[in-house]
């Protein structure tokens, strides 16, 4: 799904029909830089939580070593990275399994 579907799916709900897209679009840019100011700039362990639809987590990961594709015999030093992990909550997993939330 693109940001310009989310905006139009968003757009079509009965109460925000008189809204301009626009502004829907500005709204959601805004919600997903908070995000993403949050989990930068938190500490390990940071989240971001929306209830019914999963968490979101910074991790630190360590350096290690992996294979190089190209010469799979060669090894090759991955550096340590932040990243973000997402771990769905119940009512979206059931959800997506077509079952009923428990």
Same mark, same amino acid.
């Given at each position: 799904m693109t940001?310009?579907?989310i905006v139009e799916a968003v757009h079509k709900q009965r109460a925000l029909t008189t809204t301009p897209k626009r502004m829907i679009a500005t709204i959601l840019d805004a919600a997903f830089e908070e995000i993403a100011r949050g989990l930068s700039r938190g500490k390990k362990g940071e989240r971001f939580t929306y209830p019914g639809f999963g968490t979101f987590s910074r991790k630190d990961r360590k350096k290690r070593?992996? +294979?190089n594709p190209r010469n799979p015999d060669q090894p090759l030093?991955?550096?340590a990275h932040r990243t973000v992990v997402f771990r769905p909550a119940r009512e979206l997993k059931s959800k997506l399994n077509g +079952? +009923?939330?428990t």
């Amino acid at each position: 799904m693109t940001k310009a579907q989310i905006v139009e799916a968003v757009h079509k709900q009965r109460a925000l029909t008189t809204t301009p897209k626009r502004m829907i679009a500005t709204i959601l840019d805004a919600a997903f830089e908070e995000i993403a100011r949050g989990l930068s700039r938190g500490k390990k362990g940071e989240r971001f939580t929306y209830p019914g639809f999963g968490t979101f987590s910074r991790k630190d990961r360590k350096k290690r070593l992996g +294979r190089n594709p190209r010469n799979p015999d060669q090894p090759l030093e991955i550096p340590a990275h932040r990243t973000v992990v997402f771990r769905p909550a119940r009512e979206l997993k059931s959800k997506l399994n077509g +079952r +009923r939330p428990t």
